[in-house]
């Protein structure tokens, strides 16, 4: 399984580093709960507002600089606030999302949260003119804490309102599957990371038939 790790990047020092392997940010966001299907328990790889900042900086969502703002701008409060909106917002991304890969529909609860979140995000957007046409962005504001909570739930809605959920696949090891679009020549792709969760596998099975 790839997990992240710490280098001197992003918001703030040993900013952690996340393996984007989904395709998309709805996705990448389901994967920061690390293991959710191990028998010991999961790992949250969002275990901070400033790990938060990092995520949407490292998926492109926003820039450097308006992340060492917001990190600098944030009360307390907000920040926690906005944090747990965040994973309420990936659990129901992620419940909806694996009912999706295995053709089950998903509760209406979750559909709710997300719409919920939808809302919230789009009565932010504003009109720029950008060129030669309007463009709707949300304001990059370091006053706007909830900015990454905005910004995921559109992405995330846009994900699942796309044709990119039919190429919606799973990683192949049983605790792991962390999702990703399957972009591969005959849409064969089985694992998360080929070097990782590939190889783990495969090593698991030789010793098995090998019984060593």
């Given at each position: 399984m790839a997990n992240s790790s710490n280098k001197n990047i992003g918001p703030g020092r040993n900013a952690r580093v996340f393996e984007l392997i989904g395709g998309h940010a709805a996705l990448d966001l389901v994967n920061t709960l690390d293991w959710r299907f191990r028998e010991t328990g999961s790992e949250e790889l969002l275990g901070s507002y400033s790990d938060l900042l990092g995520f949407v900086e490292q998926a492109g969502l926003i820039s450097e600089s308006v992340a060492r703002r917001l990190l600098r701008g944030v009360p307390e409060g907000k920040a926690d606030r906005t944090l747990a909106?965040?994973?309420?917002l990936r659990e129901a991304a992620a419940h909806i999302l694996y009912a999706a890969v295995n053709s089950e529909n998903p509760q209406g609860a979750s559909i709710r949260?997300?719409?919920?979140?939808?809302k919230e995000a789009t009565g932010r957007l504003q009109l720029r003119w950008a060129g030669s046409k309007l463009v709707q962005e949300l304001p990059q504001s370091p006053a706007l804490p909830e900015l990454p909570l905005w910004l995921l739930s559109l992405r995330t809605a846009e994900f699942m309102t796309s044709d990119l959920i039919h190429q919606l696949r799973e990683c192949g090891n049983a605790e792991c599957r962390w999702l990703f679009v399957d972009t591969s020549k005959n849409h064969t792709r089985r694992w998360c990371d080929m070097k990782i969760c590939g190889n783990r596998m495969k090593a698991r099975r030789f010793k098995a038939q090998h019984g060593r």
């Open positions: 909106a965040v994973r309420e949260q997300l719409e919920d979140c939808f």
